[in-house]
T-cell receptor
Framework: DGGITQSPKYLFRKEGQNVTLSCEQN?????MYWYRQDPGQGLRLIYY???????QKGDIAEGYSVSREKKESFPLTVTSAQKNPTAFYLC?????????????FGNGTRLTVT | QKEVEQDPGPLSVPEGAIVSLNCTYS??????FMWYRQYSRKGPELLMY????GNKEDGRFTAQVDKSSKYISLFIRDSQPSDSATYLC?????????????FGQGTILTVHP
């Protein structure tokens, strides 16, 4: 079955440590995205990539970094510079077309930093 | 002011009720409108996708877009306990923005038997 796999489902880290969240898709989509979800705030865009080896900052990129070396993979690193990293992180993908493409989401990674 | 406003609820209704979920927006460039359903501890899944003004129906779900009022709605008929979830509206302007969507805060819906 085609889909987006995020791992791990739950992640716990100590403050000051960098952590990388995995996202893999087998939908053959060109575009991939990282969103952060906090209670009462909806989804906010962190980074997105429309093609391999290219990515752009979203609305809340500070303290995060990404890479896009393969079409299938778009890992997100939460660095120690991110002031409030505890959140639910969602990876998504879509085809690239002129219209606003619907996003297909993974089941998220819940990160807790103490 | 947020670009997209959605009443967070929570909304609690009896089984069989008609549910109305709504979003307002301020960006007149939005042309594509979506509704996602998100179950607890899961990722959002696409329910409805509409372009520009008008209605779209899919089973028990109807999406309505009024661009003149910058208002979109999702109606759920004959609601079921399995409809209990968070509902997110999302909008995009297309063009070079591609899949960049702006989301509402989400409305938590509970349908009780």
């Amino acid at each position: 079955d085609g889909g987006i796999t995020q791992s791990p489902k739950y992640l716990f880290r100590k403050e000051g440590q960098n952590v990388t969240l995995s996202c893999e898709q087998n939908l053959n989509h060109d575009a991939m995205y990282w969103y952060r979800q906090d209670p009462g705030q909806g989804l906010r865009l962190i980074y997105y990539s429309q093609i391999v080896n290219d990515f752009q900052k979203g609305d809340i990129a500070e303290g995060y970094s990404v890479s896009r070396e393969k079409k299938e993979s778009f890992p997100l690193t939460v660095t120690s510079a991110q002031k409030n990293p505890t959140a639910f992180y969602l990876c998504a993908s879509s085809i690239n077309e002129q219209g606003a493409s619907p996003l297909h989401f993974g089941n998220g990674t819940r990160l807790t930093v103490t | 002011q947020k670009e997209v406003e959605q009443d967070p609820g929570p909304l609690s209704v009896p089984e069989g009720a008609i549910v109305s979920l709504n979003c307002t927006y301020s960006n007149s460039a939005f042309q594509y409108f979506m509704w996602y359903r998100q179950y607890s501890r899961k990722g959002p899944e696409l329910l409805m996708y509409t372009y520009s003004s008008g209605n779209k129906e899919d089973g028990r779900f109807t999406a309505q877009v009024d661009k003149s009022s910058k208002y979109i709605s999702l109606f759920i008929r004959d609601s079921q306990p399995s409809d209990s979830a968070t509902y997110l509206c999302a909008m995009g302007s297309g063009g070079t923005s591609y899949g960049k969507l702006t989301f509402g805060q989400g409305t938590i819906l509970t349908v009780h038997p």
